[in-house]
């Protein structure tokens, strides 16, 4: 589907975003996370055109006064649904056929808004066909929202053979796909059960290799995500209910692990009486309420190990737009390190979208995606749900700086 002239509604809809001066930008600050788990103090980043071009303490001509809030490089999902909502009518999810194309695309541009405003200037969004336009839009320039990286659909147990799969595969690239998504097991709700024979696993990672891409693997259980390791594939999505053996695996081969065991689960069972149909049923969302307790003893287990973690929430309808309450489950009932969260969501993100080198850290070189919280999240985790600067690529979307800093500094 294309999108129309729909959404000239939906830019006027949201404020626009300030355009990137001529000359440079001079964003001064007293607290700067680097995204690499260093802190740099009283100093100024230096923005020419969407490019971060050097920290000097001694630039003049001061742009942006980001003094009393704490300054960091735009987070990172590297696991999140943007097209996914709830109807405005019904409250619920939309079933098929609930609403038109018109519709679903406003309701993608609103979610890719509110992500971007909420500090998130990249995400990953696997599975939707819609994501293609929105990604394609918001990088011309058209809609504000975060970078997109798509796999526009997912493989399945029911995809075909091991050669319907690569060709599968090589057909979602042609189309458009930045990484490859493949369910290795059964949701949370069924078990987490390895629904994929090996064979399929290591032909969709294997092709998506050979044609440059990643492989992302939803692994709720130990079964389908050792298959998924020894497949060589890039990272393990939720793994809820991973063994000692599976995660010191993933250790050796520095596996990157995105638990999503937070904001995701909760928010189902917050809003369980507005997702309907098929798994979303007292058995499933049972499940869901036994997995808490497991996702947070797995996601311990993998934090002694070492492991790359990277910070995805699997935001579906209610949580796309407030993806920084993952920060808070992790530090709070995790037991992760608040600058360890905060490094999780951009360089190590970004190492794990092979964009290590351009997003995820401030430095000279790198993209000038850069946001400011009011407070400091090492001190107090739930700064996060308080963003009140957002630059992505050298362009202001929102700034609520001024009289956040002034409080600050009283």
Same mark, same amino acid.
């Given at each position: 589907?294309?999108?129309?002239?729909?959404?000239?509604?939906?830019?006027?809809?949201?404020?626009?975003?300030?355009?990137?001066?001529?000359?440079?930008?001079?964003?001064?600050?007293?607290?700067?996370?680097?995204?690499?788990?260093?802190?740099?103090?009283?100093?100024?980043?230096?923005?020419?055109?969407?490019?971060?071009?050097?920290?000097?303490?001694?630039?003049?001509?001061?742009?942006?006064?980001?003094?009393?809030?704490?300054?960091?490089?735009?987070?990172?999902?590297?696991?999140?649904?943007?097209?996914?909502?709830?109807?405005?009518?019904?409250?619920?999810?939309?079933?098929?056929?609930?609403?038109?194309?018109?519709?679903?695309?406003?309701?993608?541009?609103?979610?890719?808004?509110?992500?971007?405003?909420?500090?998130?200037?990249?995400?990953?969004?696997?599975?939707?066909?819609?994501?293609?336009?929105?990604?394609?839009?918001?990088?011309?320039?058209?809609?504000?929202?975060?970078?997109?990286?798509? $796999?526009? +659909?997912?493989?399945?147990?029911? !995809?075909? *053979?091991?050669?319907? &799969? /690569? @060709?599968?595969?090589?057909? =979602?690239? #042609?189309?458009?796909?930045?990484?490859?998504?493949?369910?290795?097991?059964? $949701?949370? +709700?069924?078990?987490?059960?390895? !629904?994929? *024979?090996?064979?399929? &696993? /290591? @032909?969709?990672?294997?092709? =998506?290799? #050979?044609?440059?891409?990643?492989?992302?693997?939803?692994?709720?259980?130990?079964?389908?995500?050792?298959?998924?390791?020894?497949?060589?594939?890039?990272?393990?999505?939720?793994?809820?209910?991973?063994?000692?053996?599976?995660?010191?695996?993933?250790?050796?081969?520095?596996?990157?692990?995105?638990?999503?065991?937070?904001?995701?689960?909760?928010?189902?069972?917050?809003?369980?009486?507005?997702?309907?149909?098929?798994?979303?049923?007292?058995?499933?969302?049972?499940?869901?309420?036994?997995?808490?307790?497991?996702?947070?003893?797995?996601?311990?287990?993998?934090?002694?190990?070492?492991?790359?973690?990277?910070?995805?929430?699997?935001?579906?309808?209610?949580?796309?737009?407030?993806?920084?309450?993952?920060?808070?489950?992790?530090?709070?009932?995790?037991?992760?390190?608040?600058?360890?969260?905060?490094?999780?969501?951009?360089?190590?993100?970004?190492?794990?979208?092979?964009?290590?080198?351009?997003?995820?850290?401030?430095?000279?070189?790198?993209?000038?995606?850069?946001?400011?919280?009011?407070?400091?999240?090492?001190?107090?985790?739930?700064?996060?749900?308080?963003?009140?600067?957002?630059?992505?690529?050298?362009?202001?979307?929102?700034?609520?700086?001024?009289?956040?800093?002034?409080?600050?500094?009283?």
């Amino acid at each position: 589907m294309k999108f129309t002239a729909v959404f000239v509604v939906a830019t006027l809809a949201v404020p626009v975003a300030v355009l990137a001066q001529d000359g440079p930008v001079v964003i001064r600050a007293d607290t700067v996370f680097d995204g690499r788990g260093g802190t740099l103090t009283n100093t100024s980043i230096v923005v020419q055109g969407s490019q971060i071009t050097r920290i000097d303490p001694a630039a003049q001509g001061v742009t942006y006064d980001l003094r009393g809030l704490t300054v960091m490089p735009g987070w990172i999902d590297t696991h999140a649904h943007i097209v996914q909502h709830f109807d405005r009518t019904t409250g619920k999810t939309p079933r098929r056929g609930d609403e038109t194309p018109q519709q679903a695309a406003l309701y993608a541009v609103e979610n890719a808004y509110m992500t971007l405003v909420g500090g998130f200037t990249t995400v990953q969004s696997p599975g939707a066909e819609l994501d293609k336009d929105l990604r394609d839009w918001i990088a011309d320039g058209h809609v504000p929202g975060p970078r997109i990286l798509t $796999s526009l +659909r997912a493989i399945t147990d029911r !995809t075909g *053979t091991p050669d319907e &799969i /690569r @060709a599968f595969v090589r057909q =979602a690239v #042609a189309d458009g796909a930045d990484v490859i998504k493949l369910f290795a097991t059964s $949701s949370i +709700r069924e078990g987490g059960g390895q !629904t994929m *024979t090996d064979e399929q &696993i /290591r @032909a969709a990672c294997s092709e =998506a290799h #050979a044609a440059g891409k990643r492989a992302m693997v939803h692994a709720q259980g130990p079964e389908g995500a050792k298959a998924a390791i020894l497949a060589g594939c890039n990272s393990i999505e939720h793994g809820n209910r991973l063994t000692d053996e599976v995660l010191d695996l993933m250790a050796q081969r520095k596996m990157y692990f995105d638990p999503n065991f937070g904001l995701l689960l909760h928010n189902y069972l917050e809003n369980r009486d507005r997702f309907s149909g098929g798994n979303f049923n007292d058995a499933g969302f049972a499940f869901m309420e036994k997995g808490i307790p497991i996702g947070i003893d797995t996601f311990k287990r993998a934090l002694a190990r070492n492991i790359p973690i990277v910070f995805g929430t699997d935001a579906v309808a209610g949580a796309n737009g407030r993806n920084y309450e993952e920060f808070v489950y992790r530090v709070r009932d995790g037991g992760q390190k608040p600058m360890a969260a905060i490094v999780a969501a951009t360089s190590t993100a970004a190492q794990s979208l092979d964009l290590g080198d351009k997003i995820g850290t401030i430095a000279p070189g790198f993209q000038a995606d850069i946001i400011a919280t009011d407070g400091n999240p090492l001190q107090d985790i739930t700064a996060v749900r308080r963003v009140v600067f957002v630059m992505k690529g050298g362009k202001v979307f929102k700034n609520l700086a001024t009289a956040a800093s002034s409080r600050a500094k009283k």
